[in-house]
C-alpha cells in the first residue's frame, strides 16, 4: 500500500535557526496536506498543495510539492519556540476522489534558546 | 470558531470491554472520520464516513469495530471486545466538501487505556 515518509525523524535546533522537514510518498499524489501537531495536541492543518512543483508560504513557513508529486518539503526559517511540535504530511490514498489521508511518519521539532 | 468537540477526554477500560467514543463534527461538514495514533506515532486512518455509510475503511478497522451517526450531531466509534493494543489517542476529524481537497479539522481526542 501507499506509504510516506518524511525525514528527520527528530531535529533539535536552536530558536533562530532554520529547519527543513523532507516527505516521501511511494506512489505519486492527486494533492498533498502539512498537519502540525504541538505536544499532547491534535493535529493542524496547515496547507494543501495541488500543482506540480507548487511553492506556498506561509510567514516564516514555506512548503513545496516536487515536480513529480510524489515530494515535499516545509522549510521553517529563523525558529521560534512556537515552532514546536511534530509535522506530518498527508495524502489522498490515490484519486483525487479518495477520502483517505495516509500520514507521513512525522518530524518532530524542538526549538530551544 | 465551529471546531469538533469529542468525549471523554480519557477513558480507561479492561481488556474485553466494550467503549463507545463519541464525537460531534463540525455542523455543515458531510465528511467524517476516525484515526489513531499510538503513543509516538504517526495518526493511523481507520475509518470514513458519507451520506450515513462507510466510506473506506483500513485493514485495522475489523469487526470489532463499528461507527454510527445515531442523530444529526454525534458520530460514535465502537470498539466491541477492547485488546491491550487498541490504546491509543483516538480522534474523529471533519471536512465539508470533497476530502482529498479540503482541509481536516481534528477533534482534541480521546486517550483510550486498555488494562
Known amino acids: 500500500g501507499q506509504q510516506v515518509m518524511q525525514i528527520p525523524q527528530y531535529q533539535h535546533v536552536q530558536e533562530g535557526e532554520d529547519f527543513t522537514t523532507y516527505c516521501n510518498s511511494s506512489?505519486?499524489?492527486?494533492?498533498i496536506q502539512w498537519y502540525k501537531q504541538r505536544p499532547g495536541g491534535h493535529p493542524v492543518f496547515l496547507i494543501q498543495l495541488v500543482k506540480s512543483g507548487e511553492v506556498k508560504k506561509q510567514k516564516r513557513l514555506t512548503f513545496q510539492f516536487g515536480e513529480a508529486k510524489k515530494n515535499s518539503s516545509l522549510h521553517i526559517t529563523a525558529t521560534q519556540t512556537t515552532d514546536v511540535g511534530t509535522y506530518f504530511c498527508a495524502g489522498p490514498k490515490g484519486g483525487g476522489t479518495a477520502s483517505k489521508l495516509t500520514f507521513g511518519t512525522g518530524t518532530r521539532l524542538q526549538v530551544t534558546l | 470558531e465551529p471546531e469538533v468537540t469529542q468525549t471523554p477526554s480519557h477513558q480507561v477500560t479492561q481488556m474485553g470491554q466494550e467503549v463507545i467514543l463519541r464525537c460531534v463534527p463540525i455542523?455543515?461538514?458531510?465528511?467524517f472520520y476516525w484515526y489513531r495514533q499510538i503513543l509516538g506515532q504517526k495518526v493511523e486512518f481507520l475509518v470514513s464516513f458519507y451520506n450515513n455509510e462507510i466510506s473506506e475503511k483500513s485493514e485495522i478497522f475489523d469487526d470489532q469495530f463499528s461507527v454510527e451517526r445515531p442523530d444529526g450531531s454525534n458520530f460514535t466509534l465502537k470498539i466491541r471486545s477492547t485488546k491491550l493494543e487498541d490504546s491509543a489517542m483516538y480522534f474523529c476529524?471533519?471536512?465539508?466538501?470533497?476530502?482529498?481537497?479540503?482541509?481536516?479539522?481534528f477533534g482534541p481526542g480521546t486517550r483510550l487505556t486498555v488494562l
Open positions: 455542523s455543515n461538514h458531510l465528511y
Open positions: 476529524a471533519s471536512s465539508e466538501l470533497r476530502p482529498s481537497y479540503n482541509e481536516q479539522f
Open positions: 506512489t505519486t499524489l492527486s494533492n
